[in-house]
């Protein structure tokens, strides 16, 4: 029997303002990705997902990301690495209280948006924040695209390495992850995606935006929660892949 991850962008309201139901995506999946307030959240968020997520028996990982409460912290931000080392040591042990307080800790650490794309190449800036997790606490495992500068690094540096995939987001014949500028990037039937996912989780090839074959076998697939739809197309992913016989639990107990 095959096992995979599911895991969520969550917390990723702030004060008044809210995107996506996290309690409903709590009942869904295995891990929840917590905004650390640097791309969305505040205080008040994290403590409660931390709460509820103890609650649901989800692993909470810490969601770092560039400073950008704007623009949801989408954009490439040119920072010097001992700054963003910095701001990723700042989100880490911010969640781990909230964590903490709620009866677990930060169990593993994914990067957001902008950087999570950017360290895929830039090697500068995936090193910092590799630093910034080992300077931590290094048997935190870190969750990324397959092929990235920011797994290499992190595998050199000692640290646990978990290759993701993305449920609802198009591909490149290279394994990256297609612009959300695009046309096409985003994907929204339930059915399509779920079926999608399957194949990813039993080491079937999905096709990517070119017609072609590529096979992902990720450790943890993301539903996202800020789509349309995004709850009912995390259960439809849930259910069919528990149908096809895979395992859901969480990478990082």
């Not at 640097?38 to 609650?55: G, T, Y």
């Not at 096709?207 to 074959?213: P, R």
């Not at 990720?218 to 895979?246: F, K, M, N, Q």
């Amino acid at each position: 029997m095959s096992t995979v991850d599911l895991n969520s962008d969550l917390g990723e309201g702030f004060g008044h303002w809210t995107l996506g139901d996290d309690d409903a995506l709590l009942s869904v999946v295995t891990s929840a990705n917590v905004a650390c307030g640097f791309h969305a959240s505040d205080p008040l968020i994290m403590a409660r997902v931390c709460e509820r997520a103890v609650q649901s028996d989800v692993a909470i990982g810490a969601q770092v990301g560039y400073r950008d409460l704007p623009g949801f912290g989408r954009r490439f931000i040119d920072v010097e690495p001992d700054a963003l080392r910095a701001d990723v040591l700042y989100q880490l042990g911010a969640l781990d209280g909230f964590a903490r307080v709620a009866g677990s800790r930060v169990r593993y650490v994914k990067p957001h948006g902008a950087l999570y794309n950017t360290i895929v190449h830039h090697e500068e800036q995936a090193a910092a924040v590799v630093r910034a997790v080992v300077d931590y606490d290094a048997s935190l495992p870190v969750l990324g695209l397959p092929g990235s500068a920011w797994l290499r690094l992190a595998g050199e540096a000692g640290l646990t390495v978990v290759h993701e995939a993305f449920a609802d987001r198009a591909y490149t014949p290279e394994g990256t992850l297609v612009s959300r500028r695009l046309p096409g990037a985003v994907l929204h039937d339930a059915e399509e995606i779920a079926a999608r996912c399957v194949a990813m989780a039993t080491g079937q090839p999905v096709t990517d935006v070119e017609g072609g074959q590529l096979v992902l076998e990720p450790a943890s697939i993301c539903v996202h929660g800020d789509t349309p739809g995004a709850v009912e197309i995390a259960r439809t992913v849930r259910d069919r892949l528990t149908a096809a016989g895979v395992e859901l639990a969480p990478f990082a107990p």
